[in-house]
């Protein structure tokens, strides 16, 4: 008999980016967050 398996999963990334621009001393700041979704499906036969 075969055997079917299924695993799913989620990871989430943080990003906080800092900078100055040389040229005019003006500061950028950004945060975020990013979300990857996982599917994976597996198939053994026995």
Known sequence: MAKLGVQAGIRAEYTI???????NSEAINKNYINFFPSLAFSYKKQ
């Not at 980016?17 to 040229?23: A, D, L, P």
């Open 17 to 23: 980016i800092e900078t100055i621009q040389e040229s």
